[in-house]
Every structure is written in structure tokens, then in C-alpha cells.
């Protein structure tokens, strides 16, 4: 029972942040911070990674979300000197709008069941679950590169284009 499965679009959070709290959003998006992670999966890892939880691009818009508890590490830059505090309640204000009825969608995926969706921009989570006799969970992670994807992408629409020029 239980295991809910929640999701928000991290874009229209950070863009109702702007516009409500534009502090929050300057703190998010200019400092960096470290997100760790560790262990063994069918490999041994040792993962980190400093950056915004907001990313924006050279223009100002946003393109990409950061934001887990799970892996966020416990070093700041040197740059949030004396603004830790504030950097917090900027990360608070971020959490609750996206827990807001506005941004959550909630539901429980069934058997066979599958949700694909951008990593970097979709936040997502559930809720806590209890597994009866017999029964088991069953998760299965794929990631795709975009790197990869767009290049690809180039690839076909070049050869689209050369095989209309023939």
C-alpha cells in the first residue's frame, strides 16, 4: 500500500519564484553548491558535482533544475560567506512552492506502468510504501544522454536534408 508517486515541472516553480520572491531565485541560481553521492550499484561510484540548484543559460532563462536532498553534499561557496541563511530560505521557499496543489501532481502508477520525463526538469518523489506478502517492487532506470540525443537528432535532419536534395 501507499507509494504515491509525486511530480512538478521544476521550470514553472523556479519561474513563479522569480516572479514572487526574486531573492530566492538570485541566490538559487548564482550560487553553487556540492552534491555528492557514493556507494556501490552494479558498479562502485563516487559521484560530485558543484552547481546552481537553478540553472539558467547565457540569456537568463531556465534550463535546468537541481534539487535533491538525497545527494545535496555539505560544502558551500565561499561566495554564500555570511548569506548561509538566506540561502536556506531560499531553498525553503523553492520546496514549498513545489509542494503547492499549483505544481504537485500525485498519483499511484499501476502494474506495467511506465512514466519517461526530463530529469532536469521534472522534480519527482513518492510517498512511502508497504509492501504485503508476495508481492514485490520493481524499478527500472534508463537514462538518456541529450548530448546524444541532439546529435543524433542533427544527424537525421542532415540526411533528411541530403536525401531531398537527390
Known amino acids: 500500500t501507499g507509494g504515491t508517486s509525486h511530480y512538478c515541472d521544476g521550470f514553472s516553480v523556479a519561474s513563479k519564484l522569480r ?9 538559487l541560481s548564482q550560487y553553487p553548491i556540492q552534491y555528492a553521492d557514493s556507494g556501490k550499484d552494479c ?5 560530485e558535482h558543484w552547481r ?7 540569456l537568463g532563462e531556465i534550463i ?33 512552492l513545489m509542494y503547492t496543489p499549483e505544481f504537485l501532481i500525485e498519483f499511484k502508477l499501476e502494474p506495467g506502468q511506465m512514466v519517461v520525463f526530463d ?6 518523489g513518492r510517498s512511502g510504501f508497504v509492501l504485503e506478502d508476495g508481492n514485490y517492487r520493481y524499478l527500472e532506470l534508463v537514462y538518456l544522454d541529450w548530448d546524444e540525443a541532439w546529435s543524433k537528432a542533427r544527424v537525421l535532419m542532415a ?3 541530403a536525401d531531398s536534395k537527390v
Open 52 to 58: 546552481t540548484p537553478i540553472k539558467l543559460n547565457r
Open 64 to 96: 535546468g533544475i537541481y534539487f535533491s536532498s538525497i545527494v545535496r553534499g555539505s560544502r558551500y561557496s565561499a561566495s554564500l560567506n555570511g548569506r548561509l541563511l538566506e540561502w536556506y530560505e531560499a531553498y525553503y521557499a523553492f520546496s514549498h
Open 159 to 161: 540526411k533528411m536534408d
Open 119 to 124: 530529469n532536469q526538469r521534472i522534480l519527482h
Open 43 to 47: 558498479l562502485d561510484y563516487n559521484m
Open 19 to 27: 516572479d514572487k520572491n526574486p531573492n530566492a531565485f538570485h541566490m
